[in-house]
Structures are given as C-alpha cells and as structure tokens.
C-alpha cells in the first residue's frame, strides 16, 4: 500500500456543516468530504481490494464508494488533514491479517494445579454446612 499513491485518488469536497452557529456557518464550507473508490483504485492490489470489499462492505455506498466526513473543527484545513487520518487509520485497520490461533492443551502441572484448587475449594464449602447427627 503506497500512501503517496492512494493519497492522490482521494477526492474531496468542502461542505457546509450543519447544526447551530448563526451567521457565519451558513457561508462557510468547512466541512470536508472524503470519498475513495476502492474498486478502482490503482494503488492497491486485487488481494487488498477484495479484502477491504469484505471488511468495509458496510461503509460503502452501492458504487463501492467509501465516504468519510469530518466537521469537527472550524478550519476546513484541520477537518481535511483530520478525514484523511481517519481514512488510512481505516485501511490499515481493514488490511490488517490476524494472526492464525495455534489451538493448545493445557500443560499436565495447570491440570492437576486446577483440579487441586477444585478440591480446596470443594473441602471449604462441605466444612460450612451443619454436621449430620445421623
């Protein structure tokens, strides 16, 4: 995964945050909207496509298009410089293979340690009841 590469295909998109602010929120675009196809790009292998296809199946719009928006802060600059952040922290999240699990016994001293506990334990409640008078 080239960076660089991928840094070049994102397209952005200034938009007008919504919510409170009076005057000033409604003529300036300082929201930012990041959108990346990922079945077109050229920076990533068919392997890493397939792969993010999978794992962001439900981040993409019906064209395979990811969108990621960011209105957090009142500067346009730091809202984009925030989104592409948030972009490659999701592509290394969504590329990252998890090690495969080696299924292990457990070693024969943690067995007997286990079942000697049990024991114990098993001895402390029976000596809390009443005696029997039988």
Same mark, same amino acid.
């Given at each position: 995964? $080239?960076?660089?590469?991928?840094?070049?295909?994102?397209?952005?998109? +200034?938009?007008? @945050? @919504?919510?409170?602010?009076?005057? %000033? &929120? $409604?003529? /300036?675009?300082?929201?930012?909207?990041? &959108?990346? @196809?990922?079945?077109? #790009? /050229?920076?990533?292998?068919? %392997?890493?496509? !397939?792969?993010?296809?999978?794992?962001?199946? #439900?981040?993409?719009?019906?064209?395979?298009? =990811? &969108?990621?928006?960011?209105?957090? #802060?009142?500067?346009? %600059?730091? $809202?984009? +410089?925030?989104? &592409?952040? *948030?972009?490659? +922290?999701? =592509?290394? $999240?969504?590329? %990252?293979?998890?090690?495969?699990? *080696?299924?292990?016994?457990?070693?024969?001293?943690?067995? !007997?340690?286990? =079942?000697?506990?049990?024991?114990?334990?098993?001895?402390?409640?029976?000596? *809390?009841?009443?005696?029997?008078?039988?």
């Amino acid at each position: 995964m $080239n960076k660089e590469q991928i840094r070049r295909e994102l397209q952005f998109k +200034a938009i007008r @945050s @919504s919510g409170a602010g009076g005057q %000033h &929120v $409604n003529k /300036v675009s300082s929201k930012v909207e990041l &959108v990346f @196809s990922i079945k077109d #790009s /050229v920076a990533l292998t068919e %392997h890493e496509k !397939e792969r993010l296809l999978t794992k962001l199946g #439900s981040r993409l719009t019906k064209e395979g298009m =990811l &969108v990621l928006q960011c209105g957090e #802060s009142r500067s346009q %600059h730091k $809202n984009k +410089a925030l989104v &592409v952040e *948030r972009f490659f +922290a999701l =592509l290394k $999240n969504g590329l %990252h293979v998890p090690k495969k699990r *080696r299924p292990t016994k457990p070693s024969k001293s943690s067995v !007997e340690k286990r =079942l000697k506990s049990k024991k114990l334990d098993s001895r402390k409640k029976t000596d *809390r009841q009443k005696p029997k008078w039988d």
